[in-house]
């Protein structure tokens, strides 16, 4: 299985409300990514885990909270988000960590809408 | 910051015509990736290359890295419709960071 899957595909939510994105791999990788997406852009580094530790945060707000619950699956909780908050958010994973050494396999995405 | 530069940011060609995508850095890369998105896709990994000089092939495409691994190229030879997308080159960035260039977006006419 080499896939990553990612929930919801679509989401739209209002400022003043709560959402989680997911994402799960099942192909033992030990690194796991969230990126950030605008159209016509490419993707932007948001978090990495390594071996389910948070080991970078790319300065990114606090009203996005990431969150590895075990070695295949990768939350991002989402709070008090912004209009401009509004991107396709992709998970990726990897091998290892080590990140341009290894392939990155990325999720289909969750195209994220804050109205 | 390290960044990796790609051009040209888009590409118009018509079907059955060659494409070349250029990636630079002003600094030596350890190793350079390749990924392509299609439309309302997800980027998927193409190849990595590592070693200076290297060219590697699939199929229509062919990919090199220059001498020094400060640059790299993507060439597709006879563009199909199945090309179209946006191709990233992506090299390493500090603290093992994935440092993706801005992408060149493909359009291929009929």
């Known amino acids: 299985d080499t896939e990553v899957t990612q929930t919801p595909k679509h989401l739209v939510m209002g400022m003043t409300n709560k959402k989680s994105l997911k994402c799960e791999q099942h192909?033992?990788?030990?690194?796991m990514y969230w990126y950030k997406q605008k159209a016509k852009k490419p993707p932007e580094l948001m978090f990495v885990y390594s071996y389910e530790k948070l080991s970078i945060n790319e300065s990114v707000p606090s009203r996005f909270s990431p969150e590895c619950p075990n070695s295949s699956l990768l939350n991002l909780h989402l709070h008090a988000l912004q209009p401009e908050d509004s991107a396709l958010y992709l998970c990726?994973?990897?091998?290892?960590?080590?990140?341009?050494?290894?392939?990155?396999?990325f999720g289909p995405g969750t195209r994220l809408t804050v109205t | 910051g390290q960044q990796v530069m790609q051009i040209p940011q888009y590409q118009h060609v018509q079907e059955g015509e060659d494409f070349t995508t250029y990636c630079n850095s002003s600094t030596t890369l350890s190793n350079i990736q390749w990924y392509k998105q299609r439309p309302g896709g997800h980027p998927v990994f193409l190849i990595q290359l590592v070693k200076s000089g290297e060219v590697k092939k699939q199929k229509r495409l062919t990919f090199q890295f220059g001498e020094a691994k400060k640059n790299s190229s993507l060439h597709i030879t006879a563009t199909q419709t199945t090309d179209v997308g946006t191709y990233f080159c992506a090299g390493p960035g500090r603290d093992d960071k994935i440092i993706f260039g801005k992408g060149t977006r493909l359009h291929i006419l009929p």
């Open positions: 192909m033992g990788h030990r690194a």
């Open positions: 990726a994973s990897s091998q290892a960590p080590g990140g341009p050494a290894y392939e990155q396999y």
